[in-house]
Each structure stands twice: as C-alpha cells, then as structure tokens.
C-alpha cells in the first residue's frame, strides 16, 4: 500500500533540463504547526484548566512556576 512512497519516480525533463524533486517547505512546516499543534495545545490547556477546576490539583507543566 505504501509502495509508492518509497519508490523514486522517473526523472522529469523539459527541454533536456532537468526537474527538481518536490520537498517540504518552511510554510508546510509553519501550516502544520497551526493546524495541528496549536489545536492540541488549546486542548490540553483546556483538559488542564478543568482537571484543576475540579481536583484543585493543578496538572499542567506551569504548576511549578
């Protein structure tokens, strides 16, 4: 199913010159971290936030601060 990952593909011409290899980015790397760090972040904070309102036990790495 994965083969095709791990495959090269056959080197791209046009007009004898040759096509580089797509690769990721810095925006892909920028994109990435917005649309799946920052939500994951925003939800530990908000499990956190309610652990706390609950127990009174802070769980967060900023307890110690």
Not at 27 to 45: C, D, E, I, Q, S
């Amino acid at each position: 199913m994965l083969k095709f990952l791990s495959e090269r593909r056959k080197q791209q011409t046009v007009m004898g010159h040759r096509l580089e290899e797509p690769r990721p980015t810095l925006l892909v790397v920028w994109w990435v971290l917005v649309y799946v760090g920052l939500p994951l972040l925003v939800l530990g904070a908000v499990i956190d936030l309610l652990i706390q309102a609950t127990t009174g036990h802070c769980t967060g790495f900023w307890c110690g601060l």
